[in-house]
């Protein structure tokens, strides 16, 4: 497999001696995969094509927005950045999903990541069915919770006890107030346009809906809870030496995704990551990875097993629990043990390691340990990221993009995009004529410019050629 370059970077091998990752793509980068993507466009997209309504989706939402701020309860599903009606989910299976006035869309947002083997995988399906027989919750402990621990214990190189909480958000909340306490510092920084949670300290700068949706820091966010929260561009070494050597012996952590999921798909620099933990290290503060996104999804290790760069912390959520609710966070055992009961910094959660999310995310790491996993993520993500790069050359559209293994993104604008402050001279109002185009087709991608998109094992070659094949079209119309 030929090495793969996107936005000028590249990294060593570290699939096998002869195959090496795929960062990504540039709109200009040309390759067997694209030509095998090309001539497999003359996919119809049009089979079987009905009428496209959304009028019980729009019936459905009015009566929302009369019951819950914006009509619904996460920001981005409002569709503001887009345009257009938000579409009301009925069901979905394996790839698809289905609303409720009957449109099946290809989905590449499973559920916003943690559906890698598909969406309602009848394994897991039939798994929860026999864990509800002994009841939902006990708020109180259970084997399965063993099992998850060891399961991801043995999977992530950096984590040698794990706490289990119920979001990716109360993951970073409590990953911070131990970085904290274990230091005896108060100053973390974090980086413009990664999101880690809704939690106050990391409502600075933040991407996923804060970018979306072009806020400001929110109201309701008093001085005090930001003022230890310091910020540099993603990717630039020099702004975090500055913050160190300016707030010398006062930083407890630097908390980053490796991989940015939450301002769009932007992988790191190759040498980021390596000055990152090097420059943490020598300055006595912890390196927290928030790996809510790229954990168990560019490598079963993660990104920190991708990249063979071992923070001290790690949060983890979506995937590990199989799509129901559920996030952990975990490092060394030193630290760790700082945890109460084991220890005096508290945190705590009624559902927390709850027997449903555990057989969830047992059953679903299970199947990522199967042979060919992330070679068949990698190829099919390829397929679909070149395909639609060349399909917005090919009509005339200046775009970039990339991906590794399952994740993945593109954006309006020539590149390269190497932070937050790039992606935001991304086209956004062309993504959103782009948006509803590929709606129209069957095609669901995040309601954003400012999010990464994601495949999964459910994914088929034809999914990948029917996309490609609605991009083009699409993008000729826009």
Not at 116 to 124: L, R, T
Not at 263 to 269: L, R
Not at 421 to 438: L, N
Request: aromatic content about 8%; proline content about 5%; hydrophobic content about 40%.
């Amino acid at each position: 497999m030929a090495a793969v370059t996107s936005v000028g970077l590249s990294w060593p091998s570290k699939l096998t001696k002869t195959q090496k990752p795929k960062w990504g793509l540039s709109s200009s980068h040309s390759s067997s995969v694209a030509a095998a993507a090309t001539i497999r466009m003359t996919a119809s997209v049009d089979e079987k094509k009905k009428t496209y309504t959304l009028q019980k989706s729009e019936e459905a939402f009015n009566k929302a927005k009369e019951l819950m701020p914006g009509g619904v309860n996460s920001p981005v599903r409002a569709f503001k950045s887009v345009g257009g009606q938000p579409i009301i989910i009925d069901s979905v299976k394996g790839s698809r999903m289905r609303d409720i006035d009957g449109n099946e869309y290809i989905d590449y947002v499973g559920s916003w990541g943690p559906a890698i083997i598909g969406h309602a995988d009848d394994e897991v399906l039939a798994a929860l069915a026999e864990t509800m027989k002994k009841g939902t919750s006990y708020g109180a402990p259970c084997l399965l919770e063993n099992t998850l621990a060891e399961m991801v214990i043995s999977a992530v190189p950096s984590i040698e006890m794990v706490r289990f909480v119920n979001s990716g958000t109360e993951a970073c909340m409590g990953v911070l107030r131990l970085a904290r306490a274990f230091t005896g510092r108060t100053n973390i920084i974090k980086f413009e346009g990664c999101y880690h949670g809704h939690a106050d300290p990391f409502l600075v700068k933040a991407g996923s809906g804060v970018a979306t949706l072009g806020l400001p820091d929110s109201p309701g966010v008093p001085n005090a809870a930001t003022s230890d929260t310091l910020t540099a561009p993603y990717n630039d070494i020099s702004a975090v030496e500055s913050l160190f050597a300016e707030h010398k012996g006062e930083i407890a952590a630097l908390i980053l995704e490796p991989v940015v999921g939450n301002a769009g798909f932007i992988p790191p620099k190759q040498e980021f990551l390596a000055a990152i933990r090097k420059i943490t290290k020598e300055n006595g503060a912890l390196l927290i990875f928030d790996e809510v996104m790229t954990g168990f999804r560019l490598a079963y290790g993660g990104a920190q097993e991708y990249f063979g760069i071992t923070p001290d912390l790690t949060t983890l959520g979506k995937i590990i629990g199989g799509g129901l609710p559920v996030g952990a966070y975990g490092g060394r055992r030193e630290i760790m043990e700082m945890v109460a009961p084991a220890g005096p910094m508290y945190q705590a959660g009624t559902l927390s390691g709850n027997p449903l999310a555990m057989t969830a995310g047992i059953h679903t790491l299970k199947r990522l340990q199967g042979p060919g996993t992330y070679e068949h993520l990698d190829k099919i993500t390829g397929e679909l990221t070149q395909g639609i790069l060349d399909a917005g050359k090919k009509t005339g559209h200046a775009m970039c993009g990339g991906y590794i293994r399952g994740m993945f993104g593109f954006f309006f604008t020539d590149g390269p995009v190497l932070n937050f402050s790039d992606a935001k001279k991304s086209d956004t109002e062309k993504f959103g004529r782009f948006y509803r185009g590929m709606l129209e087709e069957g095609v669901y991608f995040a309601p954003s410019q400012f999010e990464a998109g994601f495949t999964s094992l459910a994914h088929t070659p034809v999914d990948i050629e029917r996309t490609i094949a609605a991009a083009e079209k699409v993008l000729k119309q826009i």
